[in-house]
């Protein structure tokens, strides 16, 4: 049991709930040391939305509501962490929810839309083609989800994978504490923050954007200031961590 007032319990909390779901197997062992390097990011960032982050959640919200159709794509750790939170981001939003995972087993999707479903998720489900211009299994999508979709959500994302959805032509909004990753300078719309604090935050702002705010945030987007503010926070704890 871990106490309350550790002053890192809230990472501690989300190590213990990964380790669970990895016996489990619903987070892939690759993916811990994915959520490692998540988590030295995240140390530099102070573990807080920083202000570009939560306009970047404003904007993804506005994207989300604007969208023709649009799909959260949930992989192993995504749903470890943060099930009742995509779940209430799916009712905020109207977004469909797509399980879509980088080490693809059948038994491994059917732990994770069952975690997802317990939490209040409606997944799609259906038959897999190879939509994505990838080799192997991560071709994998539903035509009538990720294949269907203008906007995707994807939070901790490969950069393959990324790459190839903005080649597709979809508009990719991706979670990703490390500003520096392929992911991250692929995406249409990157928010680096922690998916824990991130997809509360686009849901809140689902049901708080003003009449014309989310057209004016999609028309002012610019995922390189975003980047690039999200590297001078950093750099600007770096530089006063001693004192
Ligand atoms: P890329 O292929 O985009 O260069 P990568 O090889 O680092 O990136 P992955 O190993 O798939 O990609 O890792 C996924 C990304 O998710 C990492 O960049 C990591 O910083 C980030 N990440 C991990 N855990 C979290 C989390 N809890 N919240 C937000 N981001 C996270």
Redesign the pocket.
Known sequence: MIPKDHPRYRSLV?REQLARCAREGIVAP??L??????????YLLGEKTTESAALAERTAAAMLLAARHAVISVNG??AA??AAEIAALQRASGADVEVNL?HRTQERIERITRLLTEHGVRVLTGTPERIVPLSHDRALSLPEGIGDADVVLV??????R?AALREMGKAVIT????P???????ASLT????????IPAIAAACASLEPGEGERLIASLDNTYLLRAAIDEMRERLAHALE
Do not use: K, Q, Y
Not at 180 to 186: D, E, G, K, Q, V
């Open positions: 989300a690759e993916g040391a994915a959520h490692g390097r998540g988590e030295a990011f995240d750790n995504t962490l943060a980088f939070p901790l994302e490969d950069g393959d990324c979670v990703d504490l490390n520096l990753s392929r992911t991250a300078r692929t928010i680096v923050d922690e998916v824990t604090r991130a």
